[in-house]
């Protein structure tokens, strides 16, 4: 059997989650009315219920996002949505906290989110072997992990592709709950790593001032998509449920297309999850919507340098360097490509990122609506593309259709229109009609034919159409329609009913975890996660960092981001290079916020601890 491979799009909401399945996702994830990690993204049972009969029309799949930490006092009305979301015919759950494991549950399949720090082969295969259908992969893995993890089990394995990356790893970041008692784990991140810090070292001086030392670049591995299958990845997630409309369409056609591609030219071995195809009148490029530059993160090992340090906002596409400037006007190069109303991004001399609005846009040359002090020579990028959003935002501008063939035939008593989708499914309807053969007897089979393939705005195109009379009968156009409006919305019912969801019924184990003692990383909120690992052998259990946080000593991030190696002072990388030591600790300071960094070399991570934290130094 060909093994699917999926692209899994963000839903902020029902319209962005039919937009996503219009240009071409092959599932979509999107938050309940609770519980997810992002708080500004919940919809009600509702509009996931329209969502979910919207994909299936598709046979693409709708996954909701329950992944925060839970208390206690949640636990029930957790449950409770559960069983909502299961009757409307939500297709999967991604979790977090395994008190769900224990619940009394709907046989719903359940995906651990990525928050559940999905780094390690023996933990993924317990969580395989206690039920979970899916592990959504940590961003820091490599393809030789990744390969591993794949060996060890037969869970599915979904990676990002694109999108926004957490400079720690998922669901190990407490710098919000440090600084104003606000919980990542609880859908709550307030991005304290994306403001600018001062780097000062062990002596007191200040190495950077002001500047986005924890921003990183945005995620972009479609060209490992090839790789990644091999490795054992079923489907690519595009990070991104607080995005808008033009992010999510572009990011989806551009990773279609780009997916379409490999799997025609592997047809024998994969296959695409969904059904129908896509059209666009717009050309997809990742750099055309938001992003802070890319990089592929550590799916290749460490080998470049992956800091946004001048601004945690959207640099956009790069477009060319300024000329000059000439009265009140630019001329920068490949001009040419600007609009009226573009946005433009550079970075001034202040190693900041600024910004100018182009109210006129002529010959190459930009006037701005505040004209700025712009060196010669300075890149210059294009972080809002006028005329690009205007055509992605229309409806119309990412259309999907499910192929069918028609055949219109005569019965004894009258026709018959029957349409066969690409998918086998077949609907029929039948006409009581007088046989009446045409003036002069000629044939208007082209007539038929042209009104048939009329199938506008619904999801399905007529591809092949057979016209089989013993005679040249004649038919009204307008009875034509009926029957093909008729067909139509018969096939979309046939189509709903047919849909397999997949189902899994959860069966309590008693495997043993492989750790005995779980520290607070764990996120363990409530009694019934506890019992979770308990029962699987684990001895001891942290509280989480929410339940017992201790102000200005504590660890609040482990990442595999490093500064030491943004600032070619890696004792491992740069050893033949740099000109000294760093004096350690090093210092991140942001007016009253102050963290410490502890390098861990030997794993190839850092750490970040509050001021009063006291740790040893490692030495290189």
């Given at each position: 059997?060909?093994?699917k491979?999926?692209?899994?799009a963000?839903?902020?909401d029902?319209i962005?989650?039919m937009?996503a399945?219009?240009?071409?996702?092959?599932a979509?994830?999107?938050?309940a009315?609770?519980?997810?990690?992002?708080s500004?993204a919940?919809?009600?049972?509702?509009?996931?219920?329209d969502?979910?009969k919207?994909a299936?029309?598709?046979?693409?799949?709708?996954?909701?996002?329950?992944n925060?930490?839970?208390?206690?006092?949640e636990?029930?009305?957790?449950?409770?949505m559960?069983y909502q979301?299961?009757?409307?015919?939500?297709?999967?759950?991604?979790?977090?906290?395994?008190?769900?494991?224990?619940?009394e549950?709907?046989?719903?399949v359940?995906?651990?989110?990525?928050?559940?720090?999905?780094r390690?082969a023996?933990?993924?295969?317990?969580?395989?072997?206690?039920?979970?259908?899916?592990?959504?992969l940590?961003?820091?893995?490599?393809l030789?992990?990744?390969?591993e993890?794949?060996e060890?089990?037969?869970?599915?394995?979904?990676?990002f592709v694109?999108g926004?990356?957490?400079?720690?790893?998922?669901?190990?970041?407490?710098m919000?709950v440090a600084n104003?008692?606000?919980?990542a784990n609880?859908?709550?991140?307030a991005?304290?790593?994306?403001?600018?810090y001062?780097?000062?070292?062990?002596?007191?001086?200040t190495?950077?001032k002001?500047?986005?030392?924890?921003?990183?670049?945005?995620?972009d591995?479609?060209d490992q998509i090839?790789?990644?299958?091999?490795?054992?990845?079923?489907?690519?997630?595009?990070?991104?449920?607080?995005?808008d409309?033009?992010?999510?369409?572009n990011?989806?056609?551009?990773?279609?297309?780009?997916?379409?591609?490999f799997?025609e030219?592997?047809?024998?071995?994969?296959?695409k999850?969904?059904s129908?195809?896509c059209?666009?009148?717009?050309?997809?490029?990742?750099?055309?919507?938001?992003?802070?530059?890319?990089?592929?993160?550590?799916?290749?090992?460490?080998?470049?340098?992956?800091?946004?340090?001048?601004?945690?906002?959207?640099?956009?596409?790069y477009?060319?360097?300024?000329i000059?400037?000439?009265?009140?006007s630019y001329e920068i190069?490949?001009?040419?490509?600007?609009?009226n109303?573009d946005?433009?991004?550079?970075?001034?001399e202040n190693?900041?990122?600024?910004?100018?609005y182009?109210n006129?846009?002529e010959?190459?040359?930009?006037?701005?609506?505040?004209l700025k002090?712009i060196?010669e020579?300075?890149?210059?990028y294009r972080?809002?593309?006028?005329?690009?959003?205007?055509?992605?935002?229309r409806?119309?501008?990412?259309?999907?259709?499910?192929?069918?063939t028609?055949?219109l035939?005569?019965?004894?008593?009258?026709?018959?229109?029957?349409?066969?989708?690409e998918?086998?499914?077949?609907?029929?309807?039948?006409?009581?009609?007088?046989?009446?053969?045409?003036k002069?007897?000629?044939?208007i089979?082209e007539?038929?034919k042209?009104?048939?393939?009329?199938?506008?705005?619904?999801?399905?195109t007529?591809?092949?159409?057979?016209?089989?009379?013993?005679?040249?009968?004649?038919?009204p156009?307008?009875?034509?329609n009926e029957?093909?409006?008729t067909?139509?919305?018969?096939l979309?019912e046939?189509?709903?009913?047919n849909?397999?969801?997949?189902e899994?019924?959860?069966?309590?184990?008693s495997?043993?975890?492989?750790?005995s003692?779980?520290d607070?990383?764990?996120?363990?909120?409530?009694?019934v996660?506890r019992?979770?690992?308990?029962r699987?052998?684990?001895?001891?259990?942290?509280?989480a960092?929410?339940?017992?946080?201790?102000?200005g000593?504590?660890?609040?991030?482990?990442?595999?981001y490093?500064?030491?190696?943004?600032?070619?002072?890696?004792?491992k990388?740069h050893?033949d290079t740099?000109?000294?030591?760093?004096?350690?600790?090093?210092?991140?300071?942001?007016?009253?916020?102050?963290?410490?960094?502890?390098?861990?070399?030997?794993?190839?991570e850092?750490?970040?601890w509050?001021?009063?934290?006291?740790?040893?130094?490692?030495?290189?």
């Amino acid at each position: 059997m060909k093994k699917k491979i999926e692209i899994l799009a963000p839903a902020k909401d029902l319209i962005h989650g039919m937009a996503a399945i219009n240009a071409g996702a092959d599932a979509v994830y999107i938050g309940a009315p609770q519980f997810g990690a992002r708080s500004n993204a919940n919809n009600s049972i509702e509009d996931v219920a329209d969502l979910v009969k919207y994909a299936h029309l598709f046979n693409a799949q709708v996954f909701v996002v329950i992944n925060t930490i839970l208390y206690d006092n949640e636990l029930e009305t957790c449950r409770k949505m559960i069983y909502q979301l299961y009757d409307i015919g939500v297709d999967a759950l991604i979790v977090q906290d395994m008190a769900i494991m224990e619940m009394e549950l709907p046989p719903i399949v359940l995906h651990a989110s990525t928050q559940a720090n999905n780094r390690d082969a023996d933990k993924i295969k317990f969580l395989a072997d206690a039920g979970i259908k899916r592990v959504v992969l940590a961003r820091e893995l490599n393809l030789h992990q990744i390969r591993e993890i794949h060996e060890a089990t037969d869970v599915e394995l979904e990676f990002f592709v694109t999108g926004a990356l957490c400079v720690s790893f998922s669901g190990n970041c407490y710098m919000s709950v440090a600084n104003g008692e606000r919980s990542a784990n609880r859908g709550s991140c307030a991005q304290n790593c994306r403001l600018p810090y001062n780097l000062i070292d062990g002596h007191g001086d200040t190495l950077i001032k002001n500047s986005h030392l924890l921003s990183i670049k945005d995620f972009d591995v479609s060209d490992q998509i090839p790789n990644l299958i091999e490795a054992g990845i079923v489907s690519f997630k595009i990070e991104g449920r607080l995005k808008d409309i033009v992010y999510v369409k572009n990011n989806v056609s551009y990773l279609r297309q780009k997916l379409d591609a490999f799997l025609e030219e592997n047809s024998t071995k994969y296959a695409k999850a969904s059904s129908g195809k896509c059209t666009y009148t717009f050309d997809s490029s990742l750099d055309r919507s938001f992003n802070r530059g890319y990089t592929d993160y550590f799916v290749n090992e460490r080998h470049q340098a992956i800091g946004s340090w001048e601004s945690p906002k959207s640099k956009g596409q790069y477009i060319g360097k300024l000329i000059q400037t000439i009265g009140n006007s630019y001329e920068i190069e490949n001009g040419h490509l600007l609009n009226n109303g573009d946005g433009l991004c550079f970075i001034n001399e202040n190693n900041e990122a600024d910004g100018i609005y182009v109210n006129r846009a002529e010959n190459g040359f930009v006037f701005p609506n505040v004209l700025k002090e712009i060196k010669e020579g300075t890149f210059i990028y294009r972080n809002n593309d006028a005329a690009f959003i205007k055509i992605v935002e229309r409806e119309d501008s990412a259309v999907r259709k499910i192929s069918t063939t028609l055949l219109l035939s005569e019965t004894e008593d009258g026709f018959q229109l029957m349409a066969t989708d690409e998918d086998g499914n077949v609907s029929t309807v039948t006409l009581v009609h007088p046989k009446e053969t045409t003036k002069n007897n000629e044939s208007i089979e082209e007539n038929f034919k042209i009104n048939l393939a009329k199938t506008g705005f619904t999801p399905y195109t007529a591809d092949e159409i057979d016209v089989v009379f013993s005679q040249n009968w004649f038919l009204p156009i307008s009875k034509i329609n009926e029957m093909r409006r008729t067909v139509y919305e018969q096939l979309s019912e046939i189509r709903l009913a047919n849909y397999v969801r997949h189902e899994h019924q959860i069966v309590k184990t008693s495997h043993p975890y492989p750790e005995s003692k779980l520290d607070f990383t764990y996120n363990v909120a409530n009694k019934v996660a506890r019992k979770f690992y308990e029962r699987h052998g684990v001895t001891e259990i942290e509280k989480a960092f929410e339940l017992q946080w201790d102000p200005g000593k504590s660890r609040v991030m482990t990442t595999k981001y490093c500064i030491k190696y943004e600032l070619e002072k890696c004792p491992k990388y740069h050893k033949d290079t740099m000109d000294g030591k760093l004096k350690e600790p090093l210092v991140l300071k942001q007016g009253e916020l102050e963290y410490k960094l502890k390098f861990n070399c030997k794993p190839c991570e850092m750490e970040i601890w509050e001021k009063d934290a006291e740790f040893e130094i490692e030495e290189d």
